[in-house]
């Protein structure tokens, strides 16, 4: 079985959904570790109520981002993880993880990318008055949502609609979305997935 480790910096609903995923048996994975850059992230006690162990930590605290990543690099071994998932993770992975996990870090983005990188996506498409936006599934690189794109959903946007009404929608989708297409990749994993 697959042990990821997801990472993330806020509220966590689709860390939520990927653990319960994992549970009920929709998704053929361990989620074996929380990596988590904000102390006081919602996220932690999601993990600690799932019996989750996580590694939190200060990214001020260090020197560098390599010095970071070193650390969660540690953990990472120590967990034996195999993959890692980004769920609302809000830096740049560095070349320290990125060439340890080579094509083993996806991402959730709440935009049709190229569209709308970055921070605030949702809030992005609303101004710019898109009539269709959606969500992408991709690998990792170094640039800030760049990687190869794996899978993408799309959603109409209404015109009453608010950035708060389209991001609970594009949550809904989310929360389904990315555990099937984490099912789907680690069942090809090792056969066609290669960068
Ligand atoms: C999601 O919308 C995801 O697409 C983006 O960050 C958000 C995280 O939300 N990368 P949550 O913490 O999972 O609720």
Sequence with gaps: MTRI???ASGSGSNFQAIVDACQQGRLDATP???ICDKPKALVIQRAEAANIPSFVFVPKNYESKEQFESDILLQLKE???DFIVLA??????GSKLLSAFKGRIVNIHP?????FPGLDAIGQAV???VKVTGVTIHFVDEGMDTGPIIAQASIEVNSTDTAETLQKRIHEIEHDFYPTTLQQLFSIKGETITR
Aim: glycine share 8%; hydrophobic share 55%; charged share 15%.
């Design 79 to 81: 967990h034996e993880i």
């Design 5 to 7: 480790a997801i990472f």
């Design 88 to 93: 609302g993770y809000m830096r740049l992975i």
């Design 127 to 129: 101004k710019y008055g």
């Design 32 to 34: 074996a570790l929380l």
């Design 111 to 115: 935009s049709l990318l190229p569209a």
